[in-house]
């Protein structure tokens, strides 16, 4: 089966009692057993049947099935929101006085996860370029237990090579853990390229249009031991399990995943060949605020062969715009009437924010610099709208109104 038909058709773990063919939202948080033998069975993992919602549930499992089916790994663990994912994968990997090599761009909450919360249970860290292998390997040594990463960061847009990464990673036994929530893994095969850990934020592309939170940690199986302390221990003591009524939504969206990543994906590359062409034209106006676009879909991107070699033909629906000044970008988000002032990436909506003054709001000056967060970025996330209308407002917005589109 293709992936897309495998998105669709995906089958129940048991029969469903009334034959539903969408899977039902269990909201039940226990389950009866027929008899005392089989009850304790179940509760040390003899047989696979649900005991507690808190670390199973059929709704939540049917979810994690399928994710495991359109990716081949070997074990699938749904959580309540991406953080939640992100931290149990890392608080399975690493004990105290052990070293995460990560980035300084990353999600906003999993840098402050790594230098601030983990950091305080003795867990290190070294920031690397992850698009220099020769700087990552001299990060190496004896206490790194891993290296994380995020596949197309956010708000920086920067892709590093997982092939050359995982080869370091493998070198000193630990594994590589990308976050994939910019690049849904419906589109590539990250554990081909040598990733053995994959968490992503089910919120994202995976909801359907912004409908709940969630979270996945994708294991390929290459480590010994990872998934059994991640769901028997890690999961089983802090808790944070998938909520069955998400895992019903997020079911449902993982459905119309390929359709819509498609379509968001083909509009944000219009939109970024547009407005490239508006200011780098000999006619546009001297007082253009725009002065970047930044799509990895654009052939002159910088990483945009790697991102295809990687990813697919497709680049996604995340594009940012440098405009002169970060008055210039507050300027234009009030202006915006289509476009969405809000946070989050992959509704079906487009969204507009700032993220310097917002996401990243809490950082000082010198750290947003070290991040390569720019006050004169805004970062779009396109959605289902008709590209011609998203450009319409986009240049409206800019005070381009006037131009010939
Ligand atoms: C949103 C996001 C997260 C956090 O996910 P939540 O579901 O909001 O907890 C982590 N990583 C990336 C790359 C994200 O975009």
Known sequence: MKRQTQAIHTAFARRDAYDAISMPVYHSVAYEFDDAATMADAFTNRIDAPDYSRVENPTV???????????????VTAFNNGMAAISATLITLAEAGQTIVTSRHLFGNTFS???STLARL???????????????????????CAIFLEVLTNPQLEVADLKALSAVAHK?????????????????????????????????????????????????????????????????????????????????????????YGVQSANAKALATRLKAVCSGSDAPSDCPLRAVNY??????????????????????????????????????????????????????????????????????????????????????????????????I????????LDK
């Open 61 to 75: 499992t049917h979810l994690e099935q399928k994710v495991k089916a359109l990716t081949q790994a070997t074990a």
């Open 113 to 115: 996860l790594i230098v």
């Open 122 to 144: 003795g867990i290190r860290h070294r920031l690397v370029d992850m698009t220099n292998a020769e700087e990552v390997e001299a990060a190496m040594d004896e206490s790194v």
């Open 172 to 260: 000193w036994n630990v594994p590589l853990v990308a976050d994939s929530t910019a690049i849904p893994f419906t589109e590539h095969h990250l554990h081909d390229l040598g990733v053995d850990i994959e968490v992503v934020s089910s919120t994202k592309y995976i909801s359907g249009g912004a409908t709940s939170l969630g979270g996945l940690v994708i294991d390929y199986g290459t480590r010994t031991g990872f998934n059994e302390r991640l769901k028997l221990e890690v999961l089983f003591n802090l808790g944070g399990y998938m909520t069955p009524h998400a895992a019903y939504m997020q079911t449902i969206g993982l459905e119309t995943l390929h359709a819509r």
């Open 296 to 393: 990895v879909g654009l052939a002159d991107n910088p990483y945009h062969a790697l991102a295809a070699t990687q990813f697919g033909p497709t680049a996604g629906a995340m594009l940012t715009i440098d405009l002169a000044s970060e008055e210039a970008c507050f300027d234009f988000l009030n202006k915006l009437k289509l476009i969405r002032r809000a946070t989050n990436l992959f509704d079906n909506r487009t969204l507009a924010i700032h993220p310097a003054s917002t996401i990243f709001g809490l950082f000082t000056p010198e750290e947003l610099q070290a991040m390569d967060v720019h006050d004169t970025t805004i970062r779009l996330s396109i959605g289902l709208e008709d590209a011609d209308d998203l450009f319409e407002d």
């Open 395 to 402: 240049c409206q917005a800019l005070g381009l109104s006037q």
